[in-house]
């Protein structure tokens, strides 16, 4: 019954020319406009939500609700992409008072996990307005552009976010301090570190590189050195001892931008950016 009358409805609206149809393949719907007044589902089963994944309304493709179910949204599945030709990206967070008053932090971005039957935030960044005694709001215009971004993660044991940093006007805050959203002083100077001190940590020394296999051509000396993002060394790793030229393997160092690969304490490669927690590189001369 309701295919027949989804052909109803088509052919209806073929012979007023509201929409374009293609006899050939019978599965294309060109129209001028389409308006939903309820539900839009792309979805290859035709079901809203993946299977088993209702209550977390995890969707099987693409889902839109309009306020005619209470809250609108768009629901995506697996990747939003994105592609645009001379014209850089534009994501807007536009929001209002029902009286149509300002509303000083118009939207965020959440990261978020599954916890006692809900979703439960991990983290935040905000988009927000100053303050008024910052800038009063007869100096709010177009020019002025009287924002910042809010940074906020949860810590344990506690339901309200805690500000870690705001960034704006061309000044910063940072420290621990403010559950709900406040408690973090806004800056006053370019840097303002709040709640601690301040550590430097040179680049540590990292660990020995695991031989995952040699060609037995003759005793080898593998070792490491990490270097930071400016480019500072650290001292040599141990050695790992190979029994020919070798495949290594080793984790991540903190603070290493890439490695030098030392060999009999000649350093033969690198500095090498290579991506993964783990490591892997073999000795070119094999």
């Not at 409805?9 to 929409?19: F, H, K």
Request: no cysteine; charged share 25%.
């Amino acid at each position: 019954m309701k295919d027949r009358l989804v052909t109803i409805v088509i052919s209806v609206a073929t012979t007023l020319g509201l929409i374009k149809a293609e006899p050939e393949s019978g599965k294309t719907l060109e129209v001028d406009r389409l308006i939903v007044r309820k539900e839009l589902i792309v979805s290859d089963t035709g079901e809203i939500w993946e299977k088993g994944y209702e209550e977390h309304q995890i969707p099987r493709g693409i889902y839109a609700r309009t306020l005619d179910g209470g809250v609108a949204g768009l629901w995506v599945r697996s990747r939003l992409i994105k592609g645009e030709l001379d014209d850089p990206f534009d994501d807007r967070f536009h929001a209002l008072e029902q009286d149509g008053t300002l509303r000083r932090a118009p939207g965020h971005i959440s990261w978020n996990v599954w916890l006692d039957g809900a979703w439960r935030q991990m983290a935040i960044i905000q988009g927000e307005g100053l303050e008024l005694s910052e800038v009063p709001f007869d100096e709010w215009d177009g020019g002025t552009h009287p924002g910042r971004l809010r940074f906020q993660t949860f810590r344990p044991g506690h339901q309200e976010p805690l500000t870690d940093a705001l960034i704006g006007q061309g000044m910063m805050s940072i420290g621990g301090g403010g559950y709900g959203g406040g408690g973090l002083p806004y800056a006053g100077e370019v840097l303002q570190l709040w709640g601690g001190g301040m550590t430097q940590a040179g680049v540590p020394v990292p660990e020995p590189p695991v031989v995952v296999e040699d060609d037995g051509s003759g005793a080898h000396a593998y070792a490491l050195i990490a270097v930071g993002p400016q480019g500072q060394r650290s001292a040599p790793s141990g050695e790992a001892q190979a029994s020919g030229l070798a495949s290594l393997k080793w984790g991540s160092s903190p603070g290493a931008d890439s490695y030098i690969v030392l060999r009999d304490g000649a350093e033969i490669a690198g500095p090498l950016r290579i991506e993964g927690a783990q490591k892997r590189w073999t000795d070119p001369e094999r």
